[in-house]
DNA sequence: CTCTCCATTTTTGTATCCAATACAGATTTA
DNA sequence: TAAATCTGTATTGGATACAAAAATGGAGAG
């Protein structure tokens, strides 16, 4: 039983990730009521909602917009996930359970198989795979406002839809920082894990430079 | 001209943060909107935007209360403030001007002479000007999406107005901290600023244990 | 052909209305 | 008397209606 209002914010979220909806668009009201049939309330409600999490912006009378990040933008946010991931990354070494570390290694796995011979089905689901791979390590922390400020984050990877420019070389040491990953933290070394947690970060963003 | 949303917002979150409103009670929409003078539906969609930023938890049907934070949630908030300050303050030494260091001298010289014999009245004017002194340093770090996320991150001393049960000696070494800040920053040694930031976040947040 | 201004049309912001649900107090039953 | 259920009321969730603001498009002037 989802209510209007989760059904609208899951319908723009991942309108917004996926595409659908482009940087700087304007959201209009009733069209998403239309297209999950509901009225403009609860899309209105779901609208402030993504808008404190900074994906659209909403201004007096002139509605929604999907956030347009600017590439200074882009570098704040990949400077605060480095700093946060790197962080929950420390923290889960110490912590992290032998069924998570199995979860991570099945995502891992996952990832390594669409990254053989990419189609673009294969970067969209690295795309998913990868977040929840990165989330996985977060709630690993058990620090929940952590995962919760990472989640509210716009992923630039996730906006940008940037796999899909990574050449072979770029993806296979992405897949190589993973199993570094849970190589470090299923050793319980925080500090390494942290180190690789952040190079993985700046690395996937090295590329609009 | 500020939108019926806007008004509903803001007295809501400063109801939060003054203390009208305590930890876990439940906020009336019709309440609030008689309050201001407007209908239920903008303060709805306040609510949704408080939710998104975790001041207050609406389950279905039961509409909004007043985030109810653990000593839990507040160790892990104390624990992000400090990543995040601290990070905050070693960009910030190396970026900050005179006129941002004029003003945190300044406000830093409000609060020692509230300091000196408190009321309750001063404690309340301590707070205040301690947030302010804060979000001063992170704005001068010049990463906007940082400010985002540390001022929607609540702020425990805020929430339990904490300054109240300081005795003079935690107060004097709290003061003493915001005065090294300055001059770590002013003399632009990022590490020593951001170690101070760290030590100034824990130490204020030892008292519940 | 382009620019500007005004009328029209869209779209948003807020209020109000109705339906769905939860909570409390009363009533019944064992 | 205590427990369970029922019923009434309060409150939220969502839909609709209407007003106000902004976008749009076209006519006319340069």
Redesign the interface.
Known sequence: MS?A?EKAYDFIKSAIMTGTYQAGDRIKEEWVAEQIGVSR?PI???M???????FVVVS?HQGGRVANWSSE?LR??T??RA??ES?GAGIAARKISQDELGALRDLASGMEACARNPTAEDFARITDLNSQFHMAIVEASG????A??IG??AHPLLVQRKFSTFDEARLARSMAHHRELIDALAAGKGDWASAIMRAHILASSNADE
Chains 1, 2 share one sequence.
């Open positions: 209510s209002l309330t209105r409600n779901a402030q909602k993504l808008a404190a999490q900074g007096h933008d704040e946010i400077e605060l700093l946060l962080f620090n929940r406002r952590l919760e400020v509210n984050l």
